[in-house]
């Protein structure tokens, strides 16, 4: 016996994102680098996972998930956006929109199939496709406003294009897909007859006006998209790894048996909780976007007097922006010299690209921060001039 890891695994690093937490915490450093909010969940959700705990909701659930959460699921998607969806045959609810996203490539791809990405990338999709067998086809989104060209997302389309990976709001660029460019990758999905996996895991964070469509909204798509979505990021319980899919009929089977056979189920009293902040009116999500526009604006400040250049996002809690004006070193050079003398931890441009190179000079803020963790932050970075 050979003691060594598969072919998969070897093509794919430990997450740049994880390990720079790491790095943040041997340095004391601010930490804007992985995305979670160091602020508390809403009272009422955590006082429902207690009475849940409390009441010996203790056991399995069923496997794709809760009755009362997958109710709760079908009933927002189809208040928000006027998309009817059946809780019985449409709803699958994973560890994480992580697991939802893993879950559904899996169920979907055979090995070859190619699956086209917007880059820059939320890390994990590489690795996604990379398990699943499937090639992943790139199509770049051209800042400033993070827009793509048609033309070269139709030639990504291939005889073997089984899929589209779609994140609006988008980490980590901070876009939000108009109508009309969503209306573009439908267009091209039916055309290849292509399913599109839509990661809508920041729904609820949007900037100036922003709006967010869900892909299954657009005429014909409900059929030939799979809606991935969570509680981490509108809940702000990014450990308690509760997420879910929305998968046309003919799909959900195959989604159900690879995520059972993956994690047999989400935990079940975090997800008795998740149906009573489903359950939470639009003051709710207003003030989640209103907080986040104060925390963007903080941060965005500080990275404008410290030098840095980017564009303000519209949605997410991401900046992506270009150091080149303070250094000419590489990305994760950067980004080390950061956390360890400036004491802010930040991720490296490159874990959103697939060739390294394309991410040399820009480096990720969170802001899913406290204001004091933000104004220490800021602090931190008023004195960069004098450092570089
Ligand atoms: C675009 C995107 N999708 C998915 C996730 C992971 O979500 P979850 O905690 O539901 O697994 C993240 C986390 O940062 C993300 O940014």
């Not at 937490?21 to 601010?30: I, K, Q, S, W």
């Not at 056991?59 to 959460?69: C, D, E, K, N, V």
């Not at 009309?180 to 290849?192: F, K, P, S, Y």
């Not at 799979?226 to 046309?248: D, E």
Request: with cysteine; aromatic share 10%.
């Amino acid at each position: 016996m050979s003691v060594r890891a598969s072919d998969k695994a070897a093509r794919f690093t430990e997450s740049v994102i994880r390990e720079m937490t790491r790095l943040a915490h041997l340095h004391g450093a601010v930490n804007l680098s992985q995305g979670f909010p160091d602020f508390p969940a809403p009272a009422e959700v955590k006082e429902a996972a207690r009475r849940a705990i409390e009441a010996d909701v203790n056991q399995y659930a069923i496997t794709w998930g809760a009755r009362s959460l997958r109710q709760a699921i079908a009933r927002k998607f189809e208040r928000l956006y006027g998309v009817p969806v059946d809780p019985e045959r449409e709803v699958t609810v994973t560890c994480g929109s992580t697991e939802a996203m893993m879950a559904t490539l899996l169920a979907i791809l055979n090995p070859g199939d190619e699956v086209i990405t917007f880059e820059p990338f939320y890390e994990n999709y590489g690795p996604d496709a990379i398990l699943s067998g499937a090639v992943p086809r790139f199509v770049k989104l051209r800042p400033p406003a993070w827009t793509f060209d048609p033309d070269e997302l139709a030639r990504a389309f291939s005889a073997k294009t089984r899929a589209v990976i779609v994140n609006t709001p988008n980490n980590p660029t901070g876009k939000v897909f108009t109508r009309a460019e969503l209306e573009t990758i439908a267009d091209l999905c039916r055309r290849h007859d292509a399913l599109a996996v839509t990661d809508e895991i920041y729904e609820h964070i949007l900037y100036d006006g922003a709006v967010h469509v869900p892909m299954a909204s657009l005429p014909g798509m409900a059929e030939r998209t799979v809606t991935i979505n969570g509680m981490s990021k509108t809940y702000s319980v990014t450990g308690w790894r509760v997420g879910w899919t929305i998968s046309p009929r003919s799909l959900t089977g195959a989604i159900r048996k690879v995520h059972d056979f993956l994690t047999v189920g989400a935990p079940a009293p975090l997800q008795a909780a998740g149906a009573v902040g489903m359950a939470f009116d639009a003051d709710y999500y207003n003030h989640l976007a209103l907080d986040y526009r104060a925390r963007r604006d903080l941060l965005c400040g500080a990275l404008t007097d410290a030098g840095f250049t980017f564009s303000v996002p519209e949605g997410a809690y991401y900046v992506l922006a270009h150091f080149s004006a303070l250094s000419q070193d590489d990305d994760v050079t950067f980004a080390k010299w950061l956390a360890s003398e400036v004491g802010v931890a930040t991720v490296p441009g490159s874990s959103f690209y697939h060739k390294r190179t394309l991410g040399r000079s820009v480096v990720r803020f969170a802001f899913c921060k406290q204001t004091e963790t933000l104004e220490r932050a800021a602090e931190r970075l008023a004195g960069i001039q004098a450092r570089v």
